[in-house]
């Protein structure tokens, strides 16, 4: 999954919204509760702005993973 999301992560959050000259998402498979961690560095943008662009992120990246074909994934 690390291979399908930082990829698109970095396009979106870095290169699209240029939140920060940092960017890195990851699966947490190590936690008692899996899920994703962003790390974004930058001073631009408000800790708020952020979440929210990691929120439309996902809904978007969401959308890649239902469009893409099993052979993809």
């Known amino acids: 999954m690390d291979k399908l999301l930082q990829p698109h992560a970095w396009t979106y959050l870095r290169s699209d919204k240029q939140l920060g000259y940092l960017v890195a998402a990851q699966v947490d498979y190590e936690s008692a509760l899996p899920g994703i961690i962003f790390l974004i560095q930058g001073i631009d943008h408000s800790p708020h702005e952020m979440n929210q662009e990691i ?3 996902l809904t978007k990246f969401e959308e890649i993973l239902d469009d ?4 993809d994934f």
Do not use: L, S
Request: cysteine-free.
């Open 55 to 57: 929120e439309i992120f």
């Open 68 to 71: 893409m074909p099993d052979k």
